[in-house]
């Protein structure tokens, strides 16, 4: 069977990985060939050698060079190139990960010529048509001929929306796989001895949402908010460049004393991940740190108004604040008296999920 996994950004890297490693394991019994696909360039700084030693997978195989800010100019790119790639590559089967215009691009091409799609991360929703990633995600699980989805919620979503049922498959969240795997690797990284970090008395802080960056009223609220209310614990922010930059510029117009929220690089993968899981509560925009939150029992703020995997907010540690300062107020307050909510974790998050979307691929294959 030759396989074709193709990501479109930094975030999909970790959710194929546990993918590449299920095929590594299986593919000399299983006659199987993967190539992993880039629709990207090959400079990217956000890919650091670092990101693929600590998940222990190679670097992309192909990249279709692609880089717009114009995402229907770029989608438009993306299908050209692939199409190329598929006109010079045998392939059994795509999969495709998540919501993004490439994601959509590669899913539109596959199934022109007539190659099997399968989707991970399938069944996601905010319902807000006028989000460009919600037509993204209905053009994707429409087209797919295989949906992997995370979670009971995300599997009704997709039966609701006319899927049949023999085609959509509760596998679980593919992050945990990462977690599971990579859990001896992981120890304290360099920066909780140099700034005296100890575990459980810290705030994380994230933010890559381009919408509240660009609202930057309502980003110093958020930014008052969670310098005030996290009493005398620290706020540790490995921020990008841009979200770092939009941060200290805010700080400078409103002379906000930012002193106890500490901008420090980004962290690696491995680093990262350690941070958020002994840290007494995260707050921010990303749907994968809530959903590793979860998995680590981390009380987790999210600066949105919806999740794509609602099981975090249902069973898991996540609370949904949106940009309201006073819902945020209250949050940081629970987190900093230890007064969070009763938390679980959701049905198959155990670290299998790529042992079950490989076993259901060859099945298919099969059939």
């Known amino acids: 069977m030759n396989i074709a996994i193709v990501v479109g950004a930094r975030p999909n890297f970790i959710k194929v990985a546990p993918i590449l490693r299920a095929v590594e394991k299986n593919k000399s019994s299983q006659n199987l060939s993967v190539k992993l696909v880039y629709t990207g360039k090959n400079d990217d700084s956000t890919l650091e050698d670092s990101l693929f030693c600590d998940l222990q997978i190679r670097r992309p195989d192909i990249y279709l060079d692609v880089d717009c800010e114009n995402l229907n100019e770029l989608t438009g790119k993306v299908m050209s190139e692939f199409e190329v790639y598929l006109q010079h590559n045998a392939t059994d089967v795509v999969i495709v990960v998540d919501d993004l215009a490439s994601t959509m691009a590669v899913s539109i091409v596959t199934k022109k010529h007539g190659i099997l799609l399968a989707h991970i991360a399938a069944g996601t929703r905010s319902f807000d048509i006028t989000m460009p990633k919600e037509i993204n995600r209905l053009v994707i699980d429409g087209l797919s001929d295989i949906l992997f989805t995370a979670g009971i919620s995300n599997n009704s979503i997709a039966n609701k929306e006319g899927a049949e049922l023999s085609k959509v498959y509760m596998v679980g969240n593919i992050l945990i796989d990462n977690i599971r795997h990579l859990q001896h690797s992981m120890q304290a990284p360099s920066l909780m001895e140099k700034m005296n970090l100890k575990e459980g008395e810290y705030f994380v802080f994230t933010l890559n949402r381009k919408v509240l960056m660009a609202d930057e009223k309502k980003l110093y609220r958020v930014l008052a908010t969670l310098v ?140």
């Not at 929220?261 to 993968?269: A, N, T």
């Not at 990262?272 to 990303?286: E, G, K, M, N, P």
């Open 228 to 367: 005030s209310s996290t009493g005398h614990l620290p706020v540790i922010a490995p921020l990008r460049t841009k979200a770092a930059e939009t941060v200290y510029r805010i700080a400078q117009s409103e002379k906000l004393d930012i002193s106890k929220l500490y901008l420090v690089e980004p962290q690696g993968f491995l680093d990262f991940s350690y941070l958020t899981a002994h840290a007494r509560c995260i707050v921010t925009d990303s749907g994968n740190v809530a959903e590793e939150a979860t998995f680590n029992q981390i009380p987790c703020i999210t600066l949105n108004d919806y999740t794509e995997n609602i099981e975090t907010v249902k069973v898991g540690t996540n609370v949904l604040v949106g940009e309201d300062t006073d819902k945020l107020n209250r949050a940081l307050d629970d987190a900093v008296k230890g007064t969070w909510k009763k938390t679980g974790i959701p049905d198959r998050w155990d670290g299998r999920t790529a042992d079950r979307i490989l076993q259901i691929l060859l099945d298919t294959k099969h059939k």
